[in-house]
């Protein structure tokens, strides 16, 4: 606090403050991304404790779960680990943009976008060869419902990430300049980390 | 703002553009000032209001007869009851609390604006017009137990619209307080009102985000072949946790927050340890937690807990009551100490010469304690088996309708007397104009007289007779009594608690008719900038602050200046330049 501002001594005046000023704590941001991750965390956790829940009630010698399902496992593990791979990626990006290295942080999210891409067309892939028809069962329906949660969160991911790399792109890197590409890069760890969750459930332990 | 320009502005002193707002009505289709957003949320959430009210009016009085329906029919039965919830809930208790915040929270944290405003007005448009297509849904035989097959789906997708358009709002009232804190306003020094958004923000967030991942599988399910839902009957049991306890004290939170402000400027005193005010606030919050695994525990899960229930149910109800009963007695103490304070003026708030808005204040506190009470009681008696609840075909008290005198006593107790609170207390720096006093008390007795009518019938009908909350499966039986002890009683008490509506609702117009005339009609006298001796900073802006945000910084070195000024001689500076502010 300002000397000025100490030792002045007077009887407050309501009235006399037009104004709250500008915010000096420039981590907005990253905190309101945060916030959306708690709330995203909490949506993918309800819709796997869902489908945990029935997988548990029906969870008898005589019932068929899966419906005759075969899951491509090393398909979807590929996919996996393109997604972590593209984690390394987006951090690289946000190192080099906080570091001033413009060259760096559009080389790291251009792969990491395509990486992302390339995830998409994995996923798909094996989905399409499951063969997965909605309607035909009660795992058809929740392992559809959950994985197009998890595709909906990467897919916001993915906009966001390009988003706030066309704002790197107009100039925005630099050590203070850099927190929007590192909020991005946060929701990407956890679209990461919720597909990697939904993938263990539903197509490791099923 | 962005933060590159925030810092930009830091780093070369430079003041900040002001933002042009639209003065007239058609600005508030494009507004992104926090004022008039919360002014929106305000105002629409009473009319739900009034729409709950009313509904709730008639599935009460439906229940006044043991021969079945009186008023409705088995299919607008539950509709109304459904959309009761809905519109109690997400129309009226969490938006009405969201808008307050979004107006007063900036101003009480020294902030220009709401964190990303334009996700504020997003948040407000968008659970307007998600509301108004559940009230579509719900008119064209829609709804979570409907006959139209895709106005049930139309529900979903508005009830999921409402959902994250307030959790965008709750978001950004969480950033507000988190971040954009004036210099020198720490965490631990943040007005009690400030204090408890941050709480329920943050709560809203974790629990509410629940609901949207159910949302999409009861989606999927509902539109390829029910396999699970049983029917339409399997959504609401799975989504039904949002409208009950413990949840709904996540909602009253800021009842506490508005609660604390009002006694604190009466009693002329800081609490002697802030650290517990603000502790047994986020006690209430974080005890309200939990509550969508109600299904998974009561229902699917039930093997998997294995008796467990009734301890997690007893730990949680318990929680809350010691948050809440924690918080009054502290509050209570600073009164006593302060007993024989001054006035700093004749228009200040005091004990001895109570308005409206100590009065509401006082009563809301008092709502919610007793709630926790009940809830306790309820819990405790179900897992203990006291009467033989719960054993031997006998109804858990969670399932009758027990459960709707503590909707009655959360909704109507603590939820509109805050709003009342809130509205008389921050009248002045919202709309400029101070309510009528006269009008105030008549709406306190009239809400607070009904609420007690609309907790103890229900509550002592589901104690006494069994009568069920709602049938999931089957809700003609909700109406039917042939099973229970004695239908007499069942049908009597029902008419008490939809009396007991009746006088709210009475008294949510009067609310309306006092800000039509004091604040519509410009009956209400003008008010200075800190009529009632308020001690946040909110009161050191004039009232109302002007449209659009400013470029010069507040400096606030606690929550409360106008008292540090009173007790110290010290003095908040007016303004100080962009420049004096630390990197």
Known sequence: ?206 | MTDATTEAAHSTGSAVAPQAEDPTAFGLLNTADHKRIGRLFIGFSLLFAVAGAVTDALVRFDLASDSGHTVLNLETFTQVFMFTRDALVFGMLIPFFLGVAIYIVPLQVGAPNVAFARAAALSFWGWLVSFGVLVGAYIGNGGPAGGWDAGVRLHMLALAGLVMSLIIGAICVAVTTLTMRAPGMYMDRTPPFAWSALVTASMLVVSLGVVLGQLVLLYIDHSYGRHFLDGNYGIWPRIDWMYRTPQLFIYVVPVLGVAAEIVLAAARRWVFEPLALYFTMGLVGLFGFGAWANFGIAGEGADIVDGLEGIVLVGLYAGALAGVAGLLALLGFTVWQSRNRPRPHPGAVSWKRPNTAVLAAFGAGKFIAVAALVGLIGAGVDWLNIAGRGVDGNAPLRFTTWVTGQQSLLIYGAGLMGALAALHWWAPKIWGRRLSEFVGWASFAAIGGGAVLAWLGPTLSGAFTEQPQFVYNDPLLTTVYDGLIDHSAAEGLSVVGGVGVIIVLVGVGLVLLNLLVSVGMGKGAEADADPWGGLTPEWLLDSPPALGQSASLPQLSSGTPLLDAELNGSVVPAEREPSEVPA
């Open chain 1, 1 to 206: 606090m300002s000397e000025t501002t100490m030792s002045a001594v007077e009887t407050p005046q309501p009235g006399r403050y037009v104004v709250p000023g500008p915010p000096p704590r420039p981590r907005s941001q990253l905190v309101g991304t945060g916030f959306a991750i708690a709330a995203g965390s909490m949506a993918v956790a309800g819709a796997l404790g869902h489908y945990m829940a029935r997988r548990h009630i029906l969870d008898d010698p005589g019932h068929d779960w899966l419906a005759g399902q075969s899951v491509p496992n090393p398909q979807l593990v590929y996919a996996l680990i393109t997604l972590l791979v593209s984690v390394v990626t987006a951090h690289w990006a946000h190192w080099a943009s906080q570091r001033g290295e413009r060259g760096h942080t559009w080389v790291g999210m251009a792969i990491t976008l395509v990486m992302g891409f390339a995830f998409f067309n994995m996923v798909m892939y094996s989905l399409n060869r499951m063969e997965v028809e909605l309607g035909a069962g009660e795992w058809e329906n929740l392992a559809f419902a959950v994985t197009g949660l998890s595709l909906a969160i990467l897919i916001v991911g993915m906009f966001y990430l390009g988003l706030m790399t066309l704002r790197s792109l107009g100039g925005s890197v630099g050590r203070d300049r850099s927190s929007p590409l590192g909020s991005a890069v946060f929701f990407w760890d956890f679209a990461v980390l919720a597909w990697a969750a939904t993938w263990y459930v539903v197509y490791v332990v099923k």
